[in-house]
């Protein structure tokens, strides 16, 4: 039971740390690329509260969303940021990743409103059946 | 007589103390190394015990956490791909090349990758590349 809790806690700041990681390294990466003209829109990533049924066996108990938002730029259309959100369901690794750190949906949104889009994770990569009792 | 015991006395008083303050400091000494002595072995021990314990879950997990993510082809293609990958598919299509199969069967293969990366600026350049080497197209 110990050993459990220790492996709990261990997990849990490993992958707080990953969280940040990933969270960072996305804003850096579209910040450069809105600078540098590559992207004419501002995108940011954040984490949101997430949709409860949407839950896997790898989900945390709080926040289980990754919103990413158009910033500054134009505003975009739907179409756009369908095509985003298939974008990031397309990478494969990305959405691995995402699901392993406790994300279970994708969330994109506009600058303005809570109009946007959201997707299941769990949909876009096959996850395998784990023995939770080893 | 007096003089000297009082003398007597007080030399054995200093004496006294002296050996008290550097007996104290002594047993201070080794009790600090004894303490850090027990506190790197129960280090040692309960790091051995305490590892992450190596489950199928985790061990999927850090497989899925080994692998590099290009946030910059990612961002990129979110909104430089729908207009490459219309271009690549429109001037790599196999029905281009009718009269000659080779190229016509090089057309069809990377056509079929074309479709299957369509989100994914990096590769599609890789791609644009390939089609003016093998297929001679003028971009």
Redesign the interface.
């Known amino acids: 039971m110990l050993?459990n809790t220790?492996?709990n806690i261990?997990?849990w700041f490993n992958d707080r740390s990953?969280r940040a990681k990933?969270v960072r390294?996305?804003n850096?990466?579209?910040r450069?690329?809105f600078v540098s003209g590559?992207?004419?829109?501002l995108?940011k990533a954040s984490i949101s509260k997430g949709e409860s049924s949407y839950k896997h066996?790898?989900s945390n108990w709080l926040n289980t969303g990754f919103r990413i938002q158009a910033f500054t730029g134009r505003v975009l259309k739907k179409e756009e940021l369908i095509?985003?959100g298939?974008?990031?369901l397309?990478?494969s690794?990305?959405v691995?990743?995402l699901?392993?750190?406790g994300w279970d949906t994708l969330e994109i949104h506009g600058d303005e409103g809570p109009y946007g889009c959201r997707w299941q994770l769990k949909d876009y990569i096959p996850l395998?059946k784990?023995?939770?009792h080893? | 007589m007096n003089m000297n015991d009082t003398l007597i006395q007080s030399s054995i008083k200093v004496a006294k103390n002296a050996i008290t303050t550097e007996t104290e400091v002594q047993t201070n000494w080794w009790m600090w190394l004894a303490i850090a002595e027990f506190g790197i072995l129960a280090f040692l021990i309960l790091k051995k015990?305490?590892k992450?314990?190596d489950?199928?879950?985790?061990r999927?997990?850090n497989e899925?956490?080994k692998?590099?993510?290009d946030?910059?082809n990612?961002?990129?293609?979110?909104?430089?791909?729908?207009q490459l990958y219309d271009e690549l598919k429109v001037k790599c299509h196999p029905d281009r090349f009718p009269t000659d199969i080779e190229k016509n069967l090089i057309a069809e293969k990377i056509f079929q990758e074309i479709s299957k990366n369509k989100?994914?600026v990096k590769r599609l350049l890789d791609l644009k590349e390939e089609a003016i080497q093998k297929l001679n197209i003028n971009f």
């Open positions: 050993d220790w492996n261990l997990g990953e990933v390294s996305f850096e990466s579209a450069i690329a590559i992207a004419p829109t995108l066996q790898f095509h985003i298939k974008v990031i397309d990478d690794n990305l691995r990743r699901i392993v750190l395998p784990f023995n939770e080893e | 015990q305490f992450l314990k489950t199928d879950k985790q999927f997990k899925s956490l692998d590099d993510i946030f910059g990612i961002i990129n293609s979110s909104f430089n791909s729908i989100n994914n």
